[in-house]
């Protein structure tokens, strides 16, 4: 039985989410078919279980199987049997008790908003048309950092135990016609990013809303809207003695 670290990058489109389901195609379905015939004994443990049309440039999994193959010949191997919108594109063995969710310290998710309509970019980034005062969004974004109840962002099919989160570091980057919001954690609650985006978009807007006093409502209704899947990306995620900032 080997063990391997895989860095993977998804269009999240297509697929009903990372988290294999009976009947709809996933990205761990896909990965675990590839693998299949590679090997025997196969699973694949996933850092986060990416939503239904979610990206991914740097989702990390652990895929155990017995095979004989390195880790760089899996590599050729598997991409050779992936479909188009999946890829693994670092690949490295660890040992057999890494565990690509449990290990995890941190992850950074980025939403992507374009300021231009156009079709060609509709399945990658979220369009807003309105004007936004981009410096009250960063600083709404500073509120988030910290050890926070996040119940305000969070779904109600979110069944986690906990609602307390450590944000790390919040971004907010301008690139027009494009602007990214990258937010860092040790875990993440269920719809966490798109309704905390959604809520910097009203903020920018000019909507009054207090970041300070949404956390502490700890009710979904006192925070903006969810926005759509599809401007979303898992982008990195980070583990014990990996050098440079957290995320």
């Given at each position: 039985?080997?063990?391997?670290?895989?860095?993977?990058?998804?269009?999240?489109?297509?697929?009903?989410g990372?988290?294999?389901?009976?009947?709809?195609?996933?990205?761990?379905?896909?990965?675990?078919?590839?693998?299949?015939?590679?090997?025997?004994g196969?699973?694949?443990?996933?850092?986060?279980?990416?939503?239904?049309?979610?990206?991914?440039?740097?989702?990390?999994?652990?895929?155990?199987l017995?095979?004989?193959?390195?880790?760089p010949?899996?590599?050729?191997?598997?991409?050779?049997?992936?479909?188009?919108?999946v890829?693994?594109?670092?690949?490295?063995?660890v040992?057999?008790?890494?565990?690509?969710?449990?290990d995890?310290?941190?992850?950074?998710?980025?939403?992507?908003?374009?300021r231009?309509?156009?079709?060609?970019?509709?399945?990658?980034?979220?369009?807003y048309?309105?004007?936004l005062?981009?410096?009250?969004?960063?600083w709404?974004?500073?509120?988030?950092?910290g050890e926070?109840?996040?119940?305000?962002?969070?779904?109600?099919?979110d069944?986690?135990?906990?609602?307390?989160?450590?944000?790390?570091?919040?971004?907010?980057?301008?690139?027009?016609?494009?602007l990214s919001?990258?937010?860092?954690?040790?875990?993440?609650?269920h719809?966490?990013?798109?309704?905390?985006?959604?809520?910097?978009?009203?903020?920018?807007a000019?909507?009054?809303r207090?970041?300070?006093h949404i956390?502490?409502?700890?009710?979904?209704?006192?925070?903006?809207?969810?926005l759509?899947?599809?401007?979303?990306?898992?982008v990195?995620?980070?583990?014990?003695?990996?050098?440079?900032?957290?995320?």
């Amino acid at each position: 039985m080997r063990n391997f670290k895989l860095t993977i990058e998804y269009d999240g489109t297509e697929f009903h989410g990372w988290q294999v389901q009976p009947d709809v195609r996933t990205v761990q379905g896909e990965i675990m078919r590839a693998l299949g015939e590679l090997g025997s004994g196969v699973t694949v443990t996933g850092a986060g279980r990416t939503d239904a049309g979610v990206h991914a440039a740097g989702q990390v999994a652990n895929a155990r199987l017995e095979t004989r193959l390195d880790a760089p010949t899996v590599a050729r191997a598997i991409n050779a049997k992936l479909p188009h919108d999946v890829r693994v594109r670092g690949i490295e063995e660890v040992p057999l008790s890494f565990n690509a969710r449990f290990d995890a310290r941190s992850k950074t998710y980025r939403y992507i908003v374009t300021r231009r309509p156009t079709p060609l970019w509709r399945r990658n980034f979220h369009y807003y048309g309105g004007e936004l005062d981009i410096q009250a969004m960063r600083w709404a974004a500073r509120e988030l950092v910290g050890e926070h109840d996040f119940s305000s962002f969070s779904s109600s099919a979110d069944s986690s135990g906990t609602k307390v989160c450590r944000v790390m570091t919040t971004e907010l980057v301008e690139a027009p016609p494009l602007l990214s919001f990258d937010i860092t954690a040790d875990h993440f609650l269920h719809t966490m990013v798109r309704s905390i985006a959604g809520t910097l978009i009203e903020i920018g807007a000019g909507k009054p809303r207090d970041i300070k006093h949404i956390i502490e409502q700890r009710d979904r209704r006192a925070a903006g809207p969810t926005l759509p899947p599809n401007g979303l990306y898992l982008v990195e995620v980070r583990y014990e003695g990996q050098a440079g900032k957290i995320g």
